[in-house]
C-alpha cells in the first residue's frame, strides 16, 4: 500500500485568512495537496487559484462544495430535501461545481447533503438517493466525483450507515463517501463510521474537536482517537489524501502546530497507509 500523501484544506478571499500567509503554514507542515474552499460571495476565477498555488507549487487534490452558511445571502443548498424543486436547485449548484473543479484541475467534490436549517428528516434518505442518482450522470459527463460528507449531529446525514445505503444503491464509480472526523466523533464512533464506508470512503477532513462543538482543530489536540481511525483506514484499503481540515486562525493553528503534533500527525498519514508502526 503506497504512502498517503499529506493534504490540507485552504480557504480563498476570506476576511479571516490571508492567502499567502495560509500557504506559507501549510508548506511549513509539510503540506504538498490542498483542497479548495473559496469565498462564494467575492467570485474568485479557478484560473486565479491555479494560477497562486502553482506559484507556491502546491497541487489541488480537491475542491470543497458549496453549502449554506448561516448569514451567507447565497442560496439555500439542499441535496436531501423531499421536495424536487429544491433538490434541483441543489442540483444546479453542483453542476457548476463540477465545471469548476474541471477548471482548476481536480476530480473529487465534497459534498454536504442537508441545508444546515433543515429540522425534518422525513423523506430525506430517499431525497438524498433521487440527488445523488443525478449526480452520477452529472460526474459521468464531467469526468468528476462527489463524495457525500457525514455531517455533525443533530443534522441530517450524521448516519455513516444510511450514507453507505445511499451510495451503494447508487452503484457508481462517480458518487462516494467522505469521512470527517471530528463530526462523526460528535455522532459517536469515528472508527465504526470509517469500517461502515468501506471501500466507499474515497475523502477525508481530518480535525480534532473537543467533544462538544465542531471545533475544527489539530489532530492531537481534543478528543478523536485518532490512531483507532488510522489503523481503519489502512484496514479498509483507504488509498486518498491524509486531508487536513483545520478552520481556525491562521496565528493560532502556528501556535499549536508544534513539532511534536507534525510528528504526530505525520505517525498517523503512516498507521493509515498500512505501515507498521511502534
Known amino acids: 500500500m503506497p ?3 499529506l493534504g490540507a484544506v485552504i480557504a480563498f478571499d476570506f476576511e479571516s485568512w490571508d492567502i499567502q500567509d495560509e500557504i506559507a503554514l501549510l508548506k511549513s507542515a509539510g503540506v504538498r495537496r490542498v483542497q479548495v474552499y473559496r469565498n462564494y460571495a467575492q467570485g474568485i476565477t479557478a484560473a486565479h487559484i491555479r494560477e497562486t498555488l502553482d506559484a507556491a507549487g502546491l497541487a489541488i487534490d480537491s475542491l470543497h462544495g458549496y453549502f449554506h452558511l448561516q448569514g451567507f445571502a447565497g442560496p439555500a443548498f439542499d441535496l436531501s430535501s423531499p421536495d424536487a424543486a429544491a ?8 453542476r457548476s461545481e463540477a465545471e469548476f473543479a474541471r477548471a482548476l484541475g481536480c476530480r473529487d467534490i465534497i459534498v454536504h447533503p442537508v441545508d444546515p436549517d433543515a429540522t425534518s428528516e422525513d423523506g430525506r434518505e430517499e431525497g438524498l438517493l433521487a440527488g445523488a442518482r443525478v449526480l452520477a450522470s452529472i460526474g459521468a459527463r ?3 466525483r462527489f463524495l457525500i ?11 455513516a450507515a444510511l450514507l453507505r445505503r445511499v451510495v451503494d444503491a447508487v452503484a457508481s464509480p462517480h458518487v462516494g463517501c467522505a469521512f470527517d472526523s471530528g463530526h462523526a466523533t460528535l455522532t459517536g464512533d469515528p472508527v465504526a ?3 461502515t464506508m468501506g471501500a466507499r470512503l474515497w475523502g477525508v477532513h481530518l480535525h ?5 462543538e465542531d471545533d475544527h482543530m489539530i489532530p492531537g489536540t481534543g478528543v478523536v482517537p485518532f490512531e483507532d481511525v488510522a489503523r481503519a483506514l489502512a484496514e479498509i484499503g483507504f488509498g486518498g489524501t491524509f486531508l487536513l481540515e483545520v478552520y481556525r486562525p491562521t496565528a493560532e493553528v502556528r501556535r499549536d502546530m508544534t513539532p ?10 503512516r498507521i493509515a497507509s498500512g505501515q507498521r508502526i511502534a
Open 3 to 5: 504512502e498517503l500523501p
Open 149 to 159: 460528507e457525514n455531517m455533525p449531529p443533530p443534522m441530517f446525514g450524521r448516519d
Open 87 to 94: 433538490r434541483e436547485a441543489a442540483l444546479g449548484i453542483m
Open 260 to 269: 511534536a503534533r507534525l510528528k504526530f500527525i505525520d505517525r498517523l498519514r
Open 208 to 212: 480534532d474537536t473537543l467533544g462538544k
Open 193 to 195: 463510521a470509517v469500517r
Open 142 to 144: 464531467a469526468d468528476c
